[in-house]
């Protein structure tokens, strides 16, 4: 009994442990979100972003958020000064100066630009139709995640037209992830 206890203990603890955020590419987002319409969320980092790192430490390890996330949108993890080839909406976007032999600062990739990333990291919200909606930029707890991701999610912020609408919209809002 006592070993059975004990397994059990230990395949719950690995399956909350195992629970990760589906990180997509781009194009795996936007072929997706023709299947079953979700917005995209995009972690827009670098390799040498602290706050970056901070985030996938505590932040998308959190087990609420994760489950949100993965319920409610696509996300998708770009290295905004990456190497890598991005189509989109129509266009392919690279990043021509990249230096392969830098662990430090690279140049930005042109999606970067075409998202108008200038801090990292940066969140990028996009509606169903891949549409960009905002950047978040900086560093977020997941509660304080959370109120973006629902606001975008359930459309609130379609309503929210000044700083005071947001404040109140803010204050409001009912907190649900645990840090």
Not at 46 to 52: A, D, H, K, L, R
Not at 86 to 114: C, D, I, M, Q
Not at 132 to 141: C, E
Request: hydrophobic share 35%; charged share 25%; with cysteine.
């Amino acid at each position: 009994m006592k070993k059975i206890l004990i397994l059990t203990i230990t395949l719950f603890s690995l399956s909350i442990s195992a629970q990760k955020i589906n990180w997509m590419s781009f194009e795996e987002a936007v072929k997706a979100q023709k299947v079953t319409p979700k917005k995209i969320f995009v972690d827009a980092f670098t390799i040498w972003c602290g706050p970056c790192k901070l985030l996938d430490k505590n932040t998308f390890s959190n087990p609420d958020l994760i489950a949100y996330m993965n319920k409610n949108y696509y996300a998708v993890k770009f290295n905004a000064e990456g190497n890598e080839t991005v189509n989109f909406k129509g266009k392919k976007y690279t990043n021509p100066n990249f230096n392969p032999n830098t662990n430090g600062r690279n140049s930005a990739h042109e999606l970067s630009g075409y998202f108008g990333i200038r801090a990292y990291p940066t969140l990028l919200f996009l509606d169903e139709d891949a549409n960009f909606i905002t950047p978040l930029t900086g560093y977020r707890t997941p509660t304080q995640l959370e109120l973006y991701l629902k606001m975008f999610k359930n459309d609130d912020y379609k309503n929210l037209k000044t700083q005071e609408e947001f404040n109140t919209y803010s204050s409001n809002f009912k907190y649900e992830f645990k840090e």
